[in-house]
């Protein structure tokens, strides 16, 4: 069983920048995709990036494409999310999510089977 720990937020100005990561344990696999979803108190979890680690595509928010880079690190079986620029709407819990067997949209948190507990992400204006 896979099991997923983020790490990395904290709080930040805005104009900062936070570099989050998402450790993989257990029996992990290259072909699972991996994306980060975000969720504000009182507010559906939103999609904010994804990578397949079979292909190497990537995935993001309209909204957030210019200023958060999704990445890999196979050898440490860890993906990242880089933000850069941030706004106090940004101001988030931020998940990271994995799926072994993608059908749907890469971009549905229903489409993912696997969860972390969270970072927090606070951005101060």
């Known amino acids: 069983q896979v099991q997923l720990v983020e790490s990395g937020g904290g709080l930040v100005q805005a104009g900062g920048s936070l570099?989050?990561?998402?450790a993989a344990s257990g029996r992990t696999y290259s072909t699972y995709a991996m994306g980060w979803f975000r969720q504000a108190p009182g507010k559906e979890r939103d999609?904010?990036?994804?990578?397949?680690?079979?292909?190497?595509?990537?995935?993001?928010?309209?909204?957030?494409?210019?200023?958060?880079?999704?990445?890999?690190?196979?050898?440490?079986?860890?993906?990242?999310?880089?933000?850069?620029?941030?706004?106090p709407e940004?101001?988030?819990?931020?998940?990271?999510?994995?799926?072994?067997?993608?059908?749907?949209?890469?971009?549905?948190?229903?489409?993912?089977d696997i969860w972390g507990q969270g970072t927090q992400v606070t951005v101060s204006s």
Do not use: H
């Open 19 to 22: 570099r989050l990561s998402c």
């Open 47 to 87: 999609f904010v990036a994804a990578v397949r680690w079979n292909g190497g595509n990537t995935f993001y928010a309209d909204s957030l494409k210019d200023r958060f880079t999704i990445s890999r690190d196979n050898a440490k079986n860890t993906v990242y999310l880089q933000m850069n620029s941030l706004k």
């Open 90 to 112: 940004d101001t988030a819990l931020y998940y990271c999510a994995a799926a072994r067997y993608l059908r749907g949209s890469i971009r549905d948190p229903e489409a993912y």
